[in-house]
């Protein structure tokens, strides 16, 4: 029961939660909670599920605590070519897909692209052969000196903003693979912004362009791969941007992967 307590208390110490904070949202006793992180004490499968709601744990992570705790996952973990995720991902599509002429892009955990809509060969374009060979990772593209950085205007300010996000998520999710993303990342070269930037966002200045962001997660997943795909879209951010956007779109027959 050592793995399963070494879990618990390191998402309670992620969330930065002290024993009695938990135990007052989850209504386990302290006393209990200590048993169960010290491995003194084997936690149910619902006190495990309720703890990990209160933690807000990642379902994956979630299935972790079960196993680790000698129980079946609860949740299932579907493939995203596999019939079962068929419907959600053509809803998913038709969201990219109605998006247009705004470049968007569906992505998983780790920032890889599973699709995107035909504006995202605005920003594609001139991008080294090797980025663009999936799978393709989105923020190594954007950040990456032969990627989109040398068009993109405020380089340091959007650098920074990736930055500090997959600093944020990866705390949030403690996955290793976004530390060793980030450390990635940040190797390459663009500087670094102030942290009070101007404006009400932080805009993509790419090119001529200036866009902001927004991301988009479905609601109430119970698949671990469906809790882990999200939208990126970009939005004008003034009517010349938007202007641009629809003529470019209206004059390119060019596939999402175009140059």
Do not use: K
């Amino acid at each position: 029961m050592g793995e399963v307590g070494r879990l618990l208390r390191g998402w309670r110490d992620t969330r930065r939660m002290s024993q009695l904070d938990l135990s007052g949202r989850s209504g386990v006793s302290t006393r209990h909670l200590s048993f169960v992180e010290t491995g003194r004490s084997r936690p149910t499968r619902q006190m495990l599920l309720r703890l990990a709601e209160e933690l807000d744990v990642p379902l994956r992570a979630r299935n972790e605590l079960l196993l680790a705790g000698g129980y079946a996952p609860a949740f299932p973990e579907t493939e995203l070519d596999g019939p079962p995720l068929a419907d959600v991902l053509a809803a998913l599509r038709d969201v990219l897909a109605g998006h247009s002429p705004n470049p968007a892009v569906l992505i998983d955990r780790h920032w890889t692209m599973v699709d995107g809509n035909e504006a995202v060969a605005l920003f594609t374009g001139g991008c080294a052969p090797e980025l663009l060979a999936p799978p393709v990772n989105v923020l190594r593209l954007a950040l990456h000196p032969d990627g989109m950085a040398p068009r993109i205007g405020n380089l340091a300010e959007w650098r920074t903003h990736i930055l500090h996000r997959l600093d944020r998520q990866a705390a949030a999710t403690a996955d290793p693979m976004l530390h060793e993303l980030r450390a990635e990342l940040a190797g390459y070269p663009g500087g670094t912004a102030g942290v009070r930037p101007d404006g009400l966002v932080v805009p993509l200045r790419f090119d001529e362009l200036n866009m902001f962001s927004i991301t988009s997660v479905l609601g109430t997943p119970r698949d671990v791969t469906l809790s882990e795909l999200a939208i990126e879209a970009f939005l004008p951010a003034d009517p010349a941007t938007a202007t641009a956007l629809g003529r470019r779109m209206a004059g390119s027959s060019h596939g999402p992967w175009a140059g």
